[in-house]
């Protein structure tokens, strides 16, 4: 098995080529975030020189909580040629092509975990692009889309910001009235090269395939646990966890009240079991206290 990241340089790539590292996997990891690399003739003769077995695409970057963020058109345009050039590299060399996109593509008013075959009504400019390009790598056979729930890893801006606006208003936040089920970053990665694995063994369940973190909960109980367990290390943040007071507030049309997914799918194609959060929270407040 040999593989192509494309998108390496995105926290989930990062974490990715890193899984790869360790399990000494052969792969070839191409960044995305140089001009160069939009040229479709040298895209075209890195995958031709590499000669992978598989191809993924990782340069979607949902982030945690970003879905109504700004897209610049110059960004939306890269991703799209660069998704086209990827199809076509993948349909000449006849292998799979593994993508990566968002639960953003649903509008987040159905209450239930979204299944793969509810219709998608993207209203934020993450769920419109990840809509578009779904729908072009969906015209490929031997393809598979992998959507999570937002993603976290260590360096993710947005605990940060709750720290911050906890201490300077003296435990005092608002967050979205939003039902949710934020993913380690890590454990995509490992349900990425499980996948992976299970092709390179000549299985062919193709399609849409969901992935979130056991347990769904809200934004709201999120950043208090989060909150909570960052009291122990930080004494600034201690002084002011027991005046904690989180409000919410309404979502707005282009946010999403539900973004949890429906997982079931996953489980029977490929015997991916969701995991809880709770150690990949604990590994991210010891590498933040570290």
């Known amino acids: ?31 995305d975030d140089e001009a160069i690399i939009y040229d479709s003739d040298r895209l075209v003769t890195l995958i031709n020189d590499a000669q992978p077995s598989q191809l993924l695409n990782l340069s979607l970057n949902p982030g945690l909580f970003q879905s109504e963020a700004t897209i610049s058109k110059e960004r939306i345009g890269q991703l799209t040629q660069a998704c086209t050039t990827l199809l076509k590299a993948a ?76 201490k300077q208003h003296q435990g005092k936040l608002n967050q979205l009235d939003q039902r949710c089920s934020p993913t380690s970053i890590a454990d995509v990665a490992r349900v990425l090269f499980a996948i992976n694995n299970q092709l390179a ?18 934004r709201h109980t999120f950043v208090e646990g989060f909150l909570t367990g960052a009291a122990e290390f930080d004494k600034a943040l201690a002084a002011v966890i027991n005046d904690l007071e989180i409000s919410t507030q309404e979502t707005s049309k282009a946010q999403l009240g539900n973004s949890v997914l429906d997982c079931q799918k996953i489980m029977a194609s490929f015997g991916i079991k969701q995991r809880s959060r709770g150690d990949a929270m604990n590994e991210l407040l010891t590498e933040r206290y570290a």
């Open 1 to 31: 098995m040999k593989l192509l990241v494309f998108g390496s340089n995105s926290p989930l790539g990062k974490s990715f080529t890193q899984l790869l590292e360790s399990e000494s996997v052969d792969f070839f990891a191409i960044n």
């Open 91 to 166: 349909k000449k060399q006849k292998i799979p092509l593994i993508h990566h996109s968002s639960a953003a593509v649903f509008d987040g008013t159905n209450p239930k975990p979204y299944l793969e075959t509810e219709p998608c009504s993207p209203k934020n400019p993450l769920g419109k692009l990840a809509f578009n390009l779904e729908k072009k790598v969906a015209k490929y056979a031997k393809h598979i889309i992998l959507r999570t729930e937002g993603i976290f890893n260590n360096a993710t801006e947005f605990f940060d910001n709750c720290i911050d606006e906890c």
């Open 201 to 218: 063994c000549a299985a062919s369940p193709w399609g849409i395939h969901q992935y979130c973190a056991l347990q769904a909960t809200h």
